[in-house]
């Protein structure tokens, strides 16, 4: 059994083998390229909720650091003006023990001005 083909069959042939891998190689690319697209969509989703949740994240501990820090300098400027006041509103105790001392001896002397005065009046 001989076959026998001539060169434009042969040619032909040639081509539309040729065509066939064309067209399977374009459908194969196209394909591989939407499950590639498919994958940088998912990726692309995946990666702006990852950022939204770190934008939140950071958001809330910016938020909080900015609340301690207005806390710190409130307890600062009262505990300054705490400092401020408090040589007005308080006396020291050396101070008042050494006021309290002057006070007695003064009293200790006015009581011995009049004992003084008593025993003179006594001896008249």
Known sequence: MTVQVEFWQLVSLLVSFLGFLFAAGKLLLAQIERRLNERFAAMESARETAGRHWDERFGALLEHIKREAEGWQSLERE???FQADL??????????????TVI??????????????QLKGAQR
Do not use: G, S, T
């Open 87 to 100: 040589p007005l509103n308080y006396v020291r105790r050396e101070d008042y023990v050494r006021n309290q």
């Open 79 to 81: 505990f300054l003006r």
């Open 104 to 117: 007695e001896a003064k009293l200790d002397a006015v009581a011995l001005k009049i004992e003084n005065i």
